[in-house]
């Protein structure tokens, strides 16, 4: 069984369908977790435009519960009329696999260098230092550029590949499986999770049937929310 850092998360964002609304609500949803992880006082590193890492102690076994799809109803800026939408937006939280765990043939890969654009500097800008991967079997790409160093980047690049090769694995098994238990646990990225309604300034987790107060889950005070969903942890108690 693979290694799972219990202290580093990855998390990956991307858009549902809606448009540009579904970008913006994506962009907050990593406001949030950032947030949240300045207040208990974890790393945060931007990755890519779509990918954070953070890392702390007990990072992944907390984070983990937010994978799947988050659903947003409000007033979006660009609606001129005052109607109320409902956008989502697909949240993947993936652990760091010891490197051994999971062999990767270098033939599958494709890796290209570029020049990062954003934070970093001029030197980040001037040389090729971020780096665009393609997993061959599977068809897996996406880009890294924190680093100033393009090797630096080759390897978080490789270390995300294996975190994604991981889940798959895990999402063929639940599926396989058919416990209810496990695709609470596992929270298969199809899922629609969580509702966030802006005019009544609540959130509503469908896994535990539970409202949270929005404006303060945004704002990063997530401890209650994560707190119960941590106990789904807890074994199963037997007659």
């Known amino acids: 069984?693979?290694?799972?850092?219990?202290?580093?998360?990855?998390?990956?964002?991307?858009?549902?369908?809606?448009?540009?609304?579904?970008?913006?609500?994506?962009?907050?949803l990593m406001k949030m977790y950032s947030r949240y992880a300045a207040k208990v006082g974890w790393k945060i590193s931007q990755l890519d435009d779509n990918l954070i890492k953070i890392s702390g102690l007990g990072a992944y076994e907390q984070l983990k519960w937010e994978t799947g799809t988050h659903r947003v109803q409000r007033i979006p800026v660009t609606e001129k009329h005052g109607?109320?939408?409902?956008?989502?937006?697909?949240?993947?939280?993936?652990?760091e696999i010891t490197?051994?765990?999971?062999?990767?043939?270098?033939?599958?890969v494709d890796m290209t260098a570029s020049r990062a654009g954003g934070h970093?500097?001029?030197?980040?800008?001037?040389?090729?230092?971020?780096?665009?991967?393609?997993?061959?079997?599977?068809?897996?790409?996406?880009?890294?550029?924190?680093?100033?160093?393009?090797?630096?980047?080759?390897?978080?690049?490789?270390?995300?590949?294996?975190?994604?090769?991981?889940?798959?694995?895990?999402?063929?098994?639940?599926?396989?499986?058919?416990?209810?238990?496990?695709?609470?646990?596992?929270?298969?990225?199809?899922?629609?999770?969580?509702?966030?309604?802006?005019?009544?300034?609540?959130?509503k987790d469908h896994r535990i049937d539970k409202e949270f107060n929005l404006q303060k889950t945004l704002d990063g005070d997530m401890f209650d929310m994560l707190l119960e969903l941590t106990a789904l942890d807890q074994p199963e108690k037997t007659n």
């Open 1 to 28: 069984m693979p290694t799972i850092n219990p202290n580093i998360a990855i998390l990956e964002f991307r858009p549902g369908p809606g448009g540009d609304e579904s970008y913006l609500w994506m962009d907050d």
């Open 83 to 95: 109607r109320i939408q409902t956008s989502t937006a697909a949240v993947v939280v993936l652990p």
């Open 99 to 108: 490197s051994h765990d999971i062999i990767i043939n270098p033939d599958d």
């Open 120 to 203: 970093g500097g001029q030197n980040v800008n001037k040389v090729s230092t971020a780096v665009r991967i393609l997993h061959k079997p599977t068809g897996l790409t996406f880009s890294v550029r924190e680093e100033r160093s393009q090797q630096q980047n080759r390897e978080i690049a490789m270390d995300l590949l294996r975190a994604k090769l991981w889940q798959m694995e895990e999402d063929k098994k639940t599926t396989a499986q058919g416990s209810t238990r496990d695709k609470i646990g596992l929270a298969m990225r199809a899922d629609k999770i969580r509702t966030y309604n802006y005019s009544r300034n609540q959130i």
